[in-house]
């Protein structure tokens, strides 16, 4: 298993560009969500989804989008992008809908740098 | 916010040494979860104790959670260089749909 991949591992964009950041998962996961890290703020959550086509807004939801038309993938979109959107973006999936109930498996990350 | 705060923010100690990390949280939770977090890469799930739990080990680690005083503690024996990262606590309360992170205690273990 490839577990849970991100794409790209790094990125530069304009602000006002918009980009897709991609993720997969390889374990037939229900849950899958997206965070942001900033240095001394921890994780917080942006997006998550409990299956395919059912997706809910996290901590900090602004600026971004998601879907989930398939078990496997779960972009996260940047509409018009910020320099506050700087950070770093991890992915992360687990095995039951209810994704705070077990652990969580992360991908290794994007780092993204808006200027 | 359900968010968990680690104590201390960063710790240094020498290989052998025992390492102690502490999470405090405001409200009820479900569970709450260890993660690992080297320079650089993605978290790692250490342990997961579950709001009717006292006490897990797993390998080094041994995991406490005093509900009562709304606090669970990470204790790392004998460590190593390896064991050189950042650490985090992960509170799942109310909906269970969501873990919400502390901002992390910064291990250094000196060889």
Sequence with gaps: ?115 | SQQGEEDPQALSIQEGENATMNCSYKTSINNLQWYRQNSGRGLVHLILIRSNEREKHSGRLRVTLDTSKKSSSLLITASRAADTASYFCAISGGSNYKLTFGKGTLLTVNP
Excluded at chain 1, 40 to 52: C, D, K, P, Q, T
């Design chain 1, 1 to 115: 298993n490839a577990g849970v991949t991100q794409t790209p591992k790094f990125q530069v964009l304009k602000t006002g560009q918009s980009m897709t950041l991609q993720c997969a998962q390889d374990m037939n996961h229900e849950y899958m969500s997206w965070y942001r890290q900033d240095p001394g703020m921890g994780l917080r959550l942006i997006h998550y989804s409990v299956g395919a086509g059912i997706t809910d807004q996290g901590e900090v939801p602004n600026g971004y989008n998601v879907s989930r038309s398939t078990t496997e993938d779960f972009p996260l979109r940047l509409l018009s992008a910020a320099p506050s959107q700087t950070s770093v973006y991890f992915c992360a999936s687990s095995y039951t809908p209810s994704g705070g109930d077990n652990e969580q498996f992360f991908g290794p990350g994007t780092r993204l740098t808006v200027l």
